[in-house]
């Protein structure tokens, strides 16, 4: 029974029910600064277990799996369940520079946007981007990200969609002000700012505070996953 699971409480259910309409990708830093500290495996831990929650809600014949993708691997990751995530996490490591930007249009809205719109005429259902941060872009342009945004946005528009069809949440894994700041930038910047909604937790000290607790870290996640749907909402 739902209510019986972690996330079965009447508000998260609602929550729950917004996230299993989307399509949910998740865009995981791996340059080079996420080797310090352990925290690529933070990341992964966290990523794994985002994976198990749009799921609960689905059905056998409707299950959508959560895609994970990365700023500079190739590696693509299609979950189904959790252990996807950590069977294929093992074959990434953290190198090269930060090209957020660049990572997010040819490896994310290229295929589930642009692509797919060139191609099918039509998007199966909305997307939900969840990015993670380490560092602000040091490997190509500092707008790059929010022009494939705008980008993106204006696809949507020509082929008759709303804008908010493709939501992104942004956070930042650590306290690197640069970082925090980049985040603040794409957040205020009006050209993004209805689509765009970055979340105050810094990943590595929210997940150190709750991973013993498995059903306050689904709620975290879970809350986190869907603000910027919750905000449309409100």
Known sequence: KMHDRPLGAPGLIERL????????????????????????????DVVEKMAQIPGQLRFRN???????RFINSYVTIRAY???????????VRPRG??????GLRTKILAPFVFDALRQNGRLDRPLLVNVFTDY?????????FKEAIVECKQML???????????????????????????DELQSDPKISDVVCSTSDRLKFKYNKVQSSEDELHRWLLQSMTTPIMRLEG
């Open 17 to 44: 029910v917004r996230l299993a309409m989307n399509q949910v990708v998740i865009y995981c830093d791996d340059s080079s600064s996420m080797e310090d500290g352990g925290l690529f495996d933070i990341q992964g």
């Open 62 to 68: 409707n299950n959508v799996p959560v895609e994970v």
């Open 81 to 91: 369940k959790d252990k996807d995530v950590r069977d294929a996490w093992r074959h």
């Open 97 to 102: 520079g930060n090209k957020i930007g660049t």
């Open 136 to 144: 602000c872009p040091d490997a190509e342009a500092r707008d790059t």
């Open 157 to 183: 528009h020509i082929r008759g969609y709303r804008p908010t069809h493709v939501l992104f949440t942004i956070s930042s894994v650590t306290n690197d002000q640069s970082a925090r700041q980049f985040l």
